[in-house]
């Protein structure tokens, strides 16, 4: 699996690429394409603005751009799905609007505009319920970080590590 993260969206907010590189893994493998590419460009709203405008005759930032490249798999290699863009200043004012971290919104959007690149539309309401279903599902099979790190709890805290010792943390009485 090969999926490209890159960022050119100087002063908007600070997003890992690495961790949105972990949840379009989680949502590849959750549509069986595990072994297609993809990247995904986390950019500022001029950026956005002119790809829309360019590629949609919409002069406005917008907040997900999908740019499918292979539209269906070959036998000549793995499936080269496309470009995903995201406008993260948009996706913050989303957020805040929704009253959620920025994080989850662009998990959002990332699978929306996966769904794209797989051929989902929604310019109809029969296809917006479809679409809406299948971005609910791949949100879920893409867990946050918090959830991806945090071992199962039994009411201990978990060990620690000073130096090169393992260290339990003991509960006082």
Excluded at 74 to 100: F, H
């Amino acid at each position: 699996m090969t999926t490209l993260v890159a960022r050119r969206a100087k002063k908007s907010p600070p997003l890992s690429t690495r961790i949105v590189k972990r949840l379009a893994e989680h949502m590849l493998a959750a549509l069986d394409l595990a072994d297609a590419e993809l990247s995904v460009l986390l950019v500022d709203d001029n950026f956005i603005q002119n790809l829309n405008r360019e590629h949609r005759g919409k002069d406005r930032p917008t907040d997900v751009l999908a740019f499918p490249v292979d539209e269906e798999p070959t036998d000549m290699g793995p499936r080269i799905l496309g470009d995903v863009v995201i406008s993260l200043p948009t996706a913050q004012r989303q957020a805040v609007s929704r009253k959620r971290e920025l994080l989850p919104e662009v998990r959002f959007l990332l699978a929306h505009g996966l769904l794209h690149l797989i051929g989902h539309d929604h310019a109809t309401k029969p296809q917006k319920r479809k679409m809406d279903a299948a971005a609910r599902r791949l949100v879920r099979a893409a867990p946050l970080p918090e959830v991806l790190a945090k071992p199962k709890s039994r009411g201990r805290k978990p060990p620690t590590t000073v130096g090169k010792r393992r260290v339990q943390s003991r509960r006082r009485k």
